[in-house]
């Protein structure tokens, strides 16, 4: 394609700039061939006519294309197009990686950002690389995923300059293997491996110029894998920076360990080192930089990591020593004897050499000796040689630096060993944090070893990536020209080859006068021919090295001084000599050591001083000198291998360098590029210069290079299709294959063939032609956009044509029809006057007519009323008279009759008193009698008892009347009272009206008449009357309207009173679900411990069986022992004092239970069982085991009997009452003697006991009805008075019924938060109850074995007394089973033998399919029917038993069928019908409403199932949690692509923006799938017949995690972020609304966990342009975050020529209002889709009658009897 077809007016291309780099202009006149200028216009509107010179400026991009994920997508590659897609990604979407090609782009943002949370690490495992946005976890996943698959070694590669992000990004990677890997074996290598991190910091990490954190070294973290999973790690180290410790720069710090010490002084342990603030050294104060961290902090962090690692605390401490005593080293003066400088000393009393000294364990004076001097050997004699002061202050600090380097060393072996796996790995995943290229003003030999490590490092990352270009163009069968790249291997033999620069080096090092300046001559000489190596201008010693960065100027200056930098073999010695077992082991280790090629050998005897811990000889090791680079050599783990001791630094390092490169050689890299954006550490600021620097020196604009050499954009036929659809012809469309539509279309697009090849699945562009192909669909789909329009245009103007002539003949319709009505209006106007004329004079006629008919009606009325009135006056005279007659004759005959009565009664009273008299003194004869008093009180007992039973009923009667009398009181006085207001308002009402009428029609009869001479005064007291009524009646209106008023008052109150109910009622539910889910997590945690104790359980059963080998009695002892634990540790409700009690009450019952079985009473048939299983035993054995299956009985004897001395240990009551109570406890028979034997008691005895209880009783009924009279008649007056009370303050007791009934539902949920409350407490306390329940069993166990011997002995000696003892207590105990007659019909009776049985029928061994037609919760009704005979029978322990055992084996088979959802599904449902069971059938009344008569028969009378239910609570929240869990694992897999990757709706993927890396495999699952999914699962819960609400709050807790899923992979994927994307989204979600509305799920929460994935959907949908735009957004989105927002914003990639791109000041703005709405609160960006919410298991009653239960065959339970 010609240069005039690409350049032509409107095209946008870069142009260079100064400030910027390059800078994007727009042609405004076309380029033609031959022109020496180009005409542009800048972006500010400038005009520039640039000069054309070797070649055009490069073409800018589509605007779809910048920004891409991968900027090897870009259709022009080059530097601009690289930069300015980096800086949009960074400042406009805020992202700060990048893929280009097999290197990840990592711009440090200088700002921690919400993309390395754990939900992150699990959204990125399991995905292809192209599937999310580009992140360092994506790489990650990809080696990972590599080294699993094909089973070979990866490594990451990780450069950038200081300050660029290289630590944290390994540590990210560190994070990521570790948390996905796992570990296998050591739990905690996963912490180990994460635990170096913070030591290698503190040793060689520092404060920099460039970064506060800044790595001064090199390592490559080794972590090994085995079955995919952690194993161990090992680190070696390369380049330690130990130059720093004696010198910083200004503004800079020494290594971090050393503030850190000295932040920490003031701790107890480290008080004895002498330390103190960092300033008061001389190594930590040169640079004077600003503490930026928490050192004491950093401290303990550091001394945690090593605690993991496991260095003991003794080794800290000596470590801490050894660097304590460099700081001293650094503080020791040397002061020269004279200004020539000859010779130098330190002063005795010098206080850093004394605490050196001490902290070393050497003497002060060897040390001031061999600071000062040399010692030479010649081949006669051997003498010392004082040094100069400055000779001596370079020995010191090369002591420090040796000292310092071989800490380090020991410090990375101590972490290998702790990182060591024993087993080994098979594959490993390397981390190399190595520098990138360095280029300061001034270079030395620091930079030059950097540079060269990282010319070795390019020319590998050339290889890899021209390797990977040539595998796919071969696998694609794509011929194309194998071009060349920039190969950097004539720059690495100038620097290690034949006569390098390296060998040159180590001959000037040979020479004894070597100096820099003749080294650098040399290296003129040599060098100068070379393309790589060149000579400054300036006359310096100086040399430039041609990098493939650029060129590097290196000062000569040091080189030869630093490859030296010998350490005195005599300070060595002194240091191997030390007390200090740490520092003789570090340089113990290091051998022989190197040396130092200016020492003489000398054989002279040793100085005066402490004999040494390691005798050398004098000839080989008395006078050497260890060589010492400022620069480490590098540390192989673990070992001494150290290179051999002639070869030199550089020697050293370029071994090691090939080492390196043999070990990435081996594996597969994956490249990471860290770029610094500014040096000011600002976040968010991207400086353009440094950063095409760090791009030009990292080697990515050379990958770019090598891509757009070849064909660097590459499509899959599929996406190709999808995304130019648009310009393939129909005839083309009809083919079925598409690499022939693709090879079609593009011969007729692009002409050129050169311009593109199509490979096997891809097709292949060279550079440019994607933006050609965009150019061509853009204009495509413009011209749809102009026929739509134009068609769209017509139909509008069409129809607003029609809409016009509508209105038109509208409006000529209306008019006409206007003055048709108006015409019509006037006709009836005319004859309405005819009619109203007509009516007046008519009316007139009758008015003056009926006017003189009343005055003759009136006249009349008043003549007949006079003659009545007369008429019945008389007739009152009349009456009143017969009245007064009537009532005096009476009055006079009732005289009469009293006179007689009262004769006649005092005549029968003188007889009757006569006759009684002879009564009584027959009475008195007979009541001396004894058989009349025994014929009078027979049966008087009886009686006694009829009447307290009489009267027991007659005062709950009379109470029960009472509730009734004043219920009734009130309702009637309430009653009462409204009606005689209601009767007093009609009457006055009535009245008044009446009186009203009555006066109107006084005056129009006065006014008729004319009378008014006579009646004018009545006329006017009438109206004034009038008058006053009528004002009366106004005032009665105002008060109406006041009561109103105020009603309207009191109702605004009320309203405000329940707005205020309701607020405290949420509150309360908002506590309510807060308390549920704090006691679920309790649950939890509960399960999580109970899996942990039977795991260790388990082991140590698993330890027991393979080293024990155990008699039958040992076994049965052992047996017997742990079912006697297991019964006792699942009673949770009894604390450690009850257990204690009952051990030490146990004893004293087991002893007479034991003299009862010995000896011969009958046993009990459970006993039978126990005694035949110990047949052929020993006597001790027999009597233990029949010990331990008794246990409960005796337990419940020993209660029984603790009650019987209670109540004979009893105070003695008043003497009134004692009769009575004895009366109560004993028998009437009994009490009476009928049921003795009479040659035993006395009938005398009988009578006078019989006697006295009945005058006792007597009079005891006597008073007591006395006393309920009394009360009787006190309570009436009360109730009396309570009614007139009540009829004052009926209004108000009204309102305050209202109030109680509105807070009713408040205190209900306070009722339950409590009790919640409770639950918790009551579960923390089990928890330690269960921890305490071994040792105290154990005791137990202890003492009975005493116990058991002891008893062993007294069974001989028990005689016929205790035997008739131990049978009056087996007789008096009450009978435990009743007989089968009085049982109820609803139980089935089972021993406790069968209970094993019965967990394995219904539990273990149960299957659904087994029962065919029966109820899914079948063994729940078992359990519980099994669970009422236990009641029936009060047998608390064994019921106790039986749940317990139901409830551990629901836990085994929960945890063999984990992943079951319908076995997890069918054991909620039992569990929760189980404890509804227990609830209805309880005694609390609040669960009986809806029982029926037969239900109530069958409910539990002894027992109280609250505990029980607890238990089953816990065990229900467990179950569900697991039901959801095994749910998720169906569901996560299936989230993604059935929500984000199908595309219900066709045709919109071609929307999608180009460049990026996208999965070509069509979806793994879709929407229908996923629909039919949740389907599956809510038919299981209604298969098993779970509670509804429980079904809905497992698919809300799903639905919650589909939408938390898919709204974190929106936002982690830009290529989900556009408009066609959130159109299939919210269709999406309209499915699920829809399945949600068809399963009649609308009122079960489930439409609210999707609001957040609806706003999201939304805001991809919304317009996003202006500030309106941005309220709007604000006001949508108020359930997304403030972060997840702009998140959205920043990644949203619009259509193509359809939409415009989101401005920063638009999402500037966004991002302000939602912070002003929501405050400056920190949000999350991801959903943490781990959230359980609190289930809440509601009580619904069962309907199934217990008696009517069928159990089925199949289920062998025959040997549970039916009741």
């Known amino acids: 394609m010609a240069a005039g077809d690409l350049y032509v007016q409107g095209a946008r291309v870069w142009i260079p700039d100064c400030v910027e780099v390059w800078r994007a202009a727009e042609i405004t006149r076309g380029y033609k061939e031959g022109d020496t200028v180009l005409h542009l216009r800048l972006e500010d509107g400038s005009v520039l006519a640039h000069p054309i010179e070797s070649q055009l400026p490069p073409l800018c991009n589509p605007d779809c294309l910048s920004g891409a994920d991968d900027l090897v997508a870009l259709s022009y590659l080059h530097e601009p197009a690289v930069l300015h897609s980096l800086r949009r990604r960074f400042l406009e979407a805020k992202a700060i990686y990048t893929y280009c090609g097999i290197v990840l782009v990592a711009i440090n943002p200088y700002k921690p950002l919400p993309i390395y949370e754990e939900e992150v690490i699990y959204a990125y495992s399991g995905r292809e690389m192209g599937d999310m946005d580009p992140h360092i976890f994506a790489l990650a996943e990809e080696a990972y995923k590599q080294m699993v698959r094909f089973g070979k070694n990866q490594s990451l590669i990780i450069s950038g300059e200081s300050g660029a992000g290289k630590t944290a990004s390994a540590k990210y990677a560190m994070r990521y293997f570790t948390t996905i890997g796992g570990c296998l074996g050591d739990s905690s290598m996963e912490e180990k491996v994460l635990a170096s991190s913070p030591i290698m910091e503190a040793f060689g990490n520092a404060k920099t110029t460039r970064n506060d954190n800044s790595s001064r070294f090199g390592k490559y973290i080794e972590i090994g894998f085995s079955q995919a999973r952690v194993t161990g790690a090992t680190i070696k180290t390369y380049l330690l920076e130990k130059s720093r410790v004696t010198f910083q720069a200004k503004a800079e710090r020494n290594y971090h360990i050393f503030y850190q010490l000295c932040a920490s002084a003031t701790l107890p342990e480290l008080q004895g080192l002498g330390l103190c603030g960092a300033e008061s050294f001389h190594y930590t104060r040169q640079g004077t930089a600003a503490q930026s961290t928490d050192d004491a902090a950093n401290l303990d962090s550091t001394r945690h990591a090593f605690s993991l690692l496991g260095v003991p605390e003794a080794d800290q401490l000596e470590l801490f020593n050894i660097l304590a005593a460099i700081l001293h080293l650094g503080n020791i003066v040397i002061r020269g004897r004279d200004r020539r400088g000859d010779g130098c000393f330190v002063e005795p009393a010098d206080e850093a050499l004394g605490l050196f000294c001490t902290l070393l364990g050497i003497e002060a004076s060897q040390v001031m000796c061999w600071l000062c001097h040399r010692k030479l050997v010649t081949a006669g004699e051997t003498y010392l040689k004082p040094l100069s002061r400055q000779q001596a202050l370079d020995s010191r600090d090369a002591l420090a630096k040796h000292m310092y380097g071989q800490v380090f060393r020991w410090m990375v072996s101590r972490v290998n060993h702790a990182l060591r796996s024993l087993e080994g790995h098979r594959t490993s995943i390397g981390i190399l944090d190595i520098y990138g290229f360095e280029m300061f003003e001034v270079n030395s030999f620091e930079q030059f070893c950097i540079n060269y490590a990282n010319e070795k490092l390019q020319q590998l990352f050339n290889l890899h990536v021209f390797k990977l270009e040539q595998e796919e163009y071969v696998t694609e069968e794509i011929p194309w020209v194998f071009v060349d790249f920039c190969d950097n291997q004539p720059c690495i033999e100038l620097i290690e080859g034949r006569l390098g620069i390296l060998d040159l080096l180590n001959e000037e090092c040979k020479m004894p006068q070597g100096s820099d300046g003749s080294w650098a001559q040399k290296l003129y000489q040599t060098h100068l021919s070379s393309s790589h190596f060149q000579k400054p201008k300036r006359p310096r010693d100086a040399f430039i090295v041609c990098h493939f960065a650029g060129k590097v100027e290196y000062q000569c200056g040091g080189f030869v001084e630093k490859n030296r930098d010998a350490v005195p073999e005599e300070l060595l010695g002194l240091l191997r000599a030390s007390k200090s077992a740490l520092l003789a082991e570090l340089f113990l280790e290091e051998g022989d050591g190197r040396v130092s090629l200016q020492s003489r050998r000398s054989s002279g005897p040793r100085m005066a001083g402490r004999p040494s811990r390691r005798s050398l000889p004098s000839s080989h090791k008395s006078n050497k000198s260890i060589s010492r680079q400022a620069w480490g050599a590098p540390q192989v783990p673990g070992c001494s291998c150290w290179p051999s001791p002639r070869l030199s630094c550089p020697s050293q390092f370029k071994s090691s360098l090939n080492r390196l490169m043999e070990t990435l050689g081996s594996t597969t890299p994956h490249y990471i590029r860290c770029i610094k954006p500014n040096d000011g550490k600002q976040p968010f600021v991207f400086d353009s210069r440094r950063a095409v620097e760090q791009l030009r020196a990292c080697g990515v604009l050379e990958t770019i290079r090598i891509s757009a050499s070849g064909y660097p954009s590459r499509w899959m036929y599929q996406e190709f299709l999808e995304r130019y659809r648009a310009l393939v012809s129909r005839e083309e469309l009809m083919g079925t294959d598409e690499k022939q539509i693709c090879s079609l279309a593009l011969e007729r697009l692009l002409q050129d ?170 009475l008195r004869v007979e009541a001396r009698s004894v058989e009349h008093y025994k014929q009078l009180h027979k049966g008087m007992e009886i009686k006694v008892i009829q009447l307290q039973c009489r009267l027991d009923e007659q005062a709950q009667e009379k109470q029960r009347l009472v509730e009734q009398l004043s219920g009734l009181s009130t309702a009637h006085a309430e009653e009462v009272q409204c009606l005689r207001a209601e009767v007093q308002r009609l009457r006055e009402d009535a009245a008044r009206d009446a009186q009203v009428q ?126 006697y634990l297991s019964s006792v540790s699942t009673d949770p409700s009894r604390d450690g004092s009850e257990q204690q009690a009952e051990a030490s009450g146990d004893i004293g019952g087991l002893e007479e239970h034991w003299q009862l079985v010995s000896e011969g009473p009958q046993p009990q048939p459970g006993n039978e069982v126990l005694l035949n299983g110990s047949v052929g035993q020993d006597p001790p054995e027999k009597a233990y085991l029949l010990l331990l299956g008794q246990l409960k009985a005796a337990k419940e004897e020993l209660a029984w009997t603790r009650e019987e001395l209670r109540r004979s240990k009893a105070p003695v009551e008043p003497e009134e009452r004692k009769p009575l109570d004895f009366f109560k406890r004993r028998n009437i028979a009994e009490m009476l003697g009928l049921g003795r034997s009479p040659e035993k008691v006395a009938v005398d005895d009988d009578l006078k006991h019989a006697y006295d209880a009945v005058q006792v009783a007597n009079r005891l009924l006597a008073s007591q009805l006395r006393e309920e009279k009394q009360q009787h008649e006190e309570e009436v007056e009360g109730l009396h008075l309570d009614i007139c009370s009540l009829k004052q303050l009926s209004q108000q007791q009204a309102a305050l019924i209202q109030d109680l009934q509105r807070h009713q539902g408040q205190e209900g949920l306070q009722h339950r938060v409590l009790r919640l409350k409770k639950e918790n407490w009551e579960l923390a306390q089990k928890l330690e109850k269960e921890e305490r329940t071994t040792l105290k069993l154990q005791k137990q166990l202890r003492a009975y074995e005493k116990q058991i011997q002891e008893l062993t002995v007294k069974r001989e000696a028990v005689g016929p007394l205790q035997e008739l003892a131990a049978s009056t207590v087996v007789l008096s105990r009450p009978p435990m089973v009743p007989s089968l007659a009085g049982l109820s019909q609803a139980m089935l009776a089972w021993r406790m033998e069968d209970e094993g049985r019965i967990i394995k029928a219904i539990i273990t061994d149960y299957k659904p399919q087994s029962s065919p037609g029966g109820l899914p919760d079948l063994p729940a009704y078992i359990l519980f029917l099994c669970f009422r005979h236990a009641d029936h029978c009060c047998d608390e322990p064994r019921a106790r038993s039986l749940l317990d055992a139901a409830i551990n084996a629901i836990k085994r088979v929960m945890k063999k069928h984990s992943d079951d959802f319908d076995m997890v599904a069918l054991w909620l449902a039992n569990t929760c019908r189980l404890l509804n069971c227990l609830r209805q059938y309880s005694q609390d009344e609040s669960y009986w409403q809806g029982n029926t008569a037969r239900q109530n028969k069958h409910r539990l009378q002894n027992m109280d199932p609250q505990s029980s239910c607890r238990s089953l609570g816990a065990l229900a929240v467990q179950l569900y949690q697991q039901l959801i869990r095994t749910a998720e694992k169906s569901l996560k897999p299936m989230i993604v692509a059935a929500m984000l990757e199908s595309e219900p709706i066709q045709g919109l993927s071609s929307s999608c923006p180009p460049g990026h890396r996208r999965s070509s495999a069509a979806p793994a699952h879709t929407l229908p799938e996923l629909l039919r999914q949740l389907g599956s699962f809510r038919a299981a819960l209604d298969h098993h017949g779970l509670a509804p609400s429980v079904g809905h709050q497992a698919l809300r807790q799903l639905l919650f995690l589909i939408s938390g899923t898919t709204l974190n992979y929106l936002l982690l994927r830009k290529d989900t972020c556009s408009w066609s994307r959130g159109i299939q989204l919210r269709y999406n979600i309209s499915q699920l609304e829809q399945w949600l509305r068809a399963e009649g799920l609308q009122q079960s929460g489930a439409r609210e966990v999707l609001e957040p994935l609806v706003q999201a959907a939304q805001l991809l949908q919304v317009k996003k342009v202006t500030e309106e735009d941005a309220g709007a957004l604000c006001s949508l989105c108020t359930v997304l975050s403030p972060q997840q927002v702009v998140k959205i914003l920043r990644a949203y990639t619009p259509a193509i020529g359809l939409e415009e791109r989101i401005s920063p000041s638009f999402i500037s703005t966004v991002e302000k209002q939602l912070q002003d709405q929501y405050g400056g609160e920190p949000s999350q960006l991801l959903v943490d889709t781990s959230h359980l919410f609190p289930v809440h298991l509601p009580f619904t009653a069962s309907p199934v009658h217990l008696d009517e239960l069928r159990i089925p065959d199949a289920l062998d339970l025959a040997f549970l009897v039916r009741l």
């Open 753 to 922: 063939p050169s311009k593109y090849r199509c490979g096997k699945s891809k097709v292949f562009f060279r550079a440019g032609q994607v933006a050609h192909l965009e150019e061509l669909r853009y204009q495509r789909l413009r011209a749809a956009c102009i026929l739509l329009q134009r068609h769209l245009r017509g139909w509008l103007a069409r129809r607003r044509f029609g809409r016009v002539r509508a209105a038109a003949v509208c409006l000529q319709r209306h008019a006409r029809g206007t003055l048709a009505r108006r015409f019509a209006r006037m006709l009836r106007r005319t004859r309405a006057a005819v009619m109203l004329q007509k009516t007046l004079r008519m009316v007139l006629a009758r008015r003056s007519y009926l006017r003189m008919r009343q005055a003759v009606i009136t006249i009349q009325a008043f003549a007949r009323g006079m003659f009545a009135r007369r008429l019945y006056q008389q007739m009152v005279w009349h009456q009143k008279a017969v009245v007064i007659q009537a009532a005096v004759r009476g009055w006079l005959a009732r005289t009469r009759y009293a006179h007689l009565r009262g004769a006649v009664i005092y005549m029968q009273c003188c007889y009757r008193r006569a006759r009684a008299r002879r009564e009584l003194r027959r």
């Open 998 to 1123: 009555w006066l109107q029609e006084r005056l129009a009869e006065l006014e008729g008449h004319n009378v008014k001479t006579c009646l004018g005064q009545e006329v006017e007291e009438l109206r004034q009357h009038l008058a006053e009524v009528e004002a009366v009646k106004l005032q009665l209106g105002k008060e109406r309207d006041a009561l109103v008023q105020r009603m309207l008052e009191q109702s605004q109150d009320l309203e405000e009173q329940h707005q205020r109910a309701a607020r405290e009622s949420q509150g309360l539910l908002q506590e309510l679900e807060e308390e549920r889910a704090r006691y679920q997590s309790l649950v939890q945690e509960y399960t999580r411990l109970e899996q942990g104790y039977e795991n260790l359980r388990d082991e140590v059963a698993f330890h027991r069986q393979n080293t024990l080998r155990r008699s039958p009695s040992s076994e049965s002892f052992l047996g017997s022992e742990s079912s």
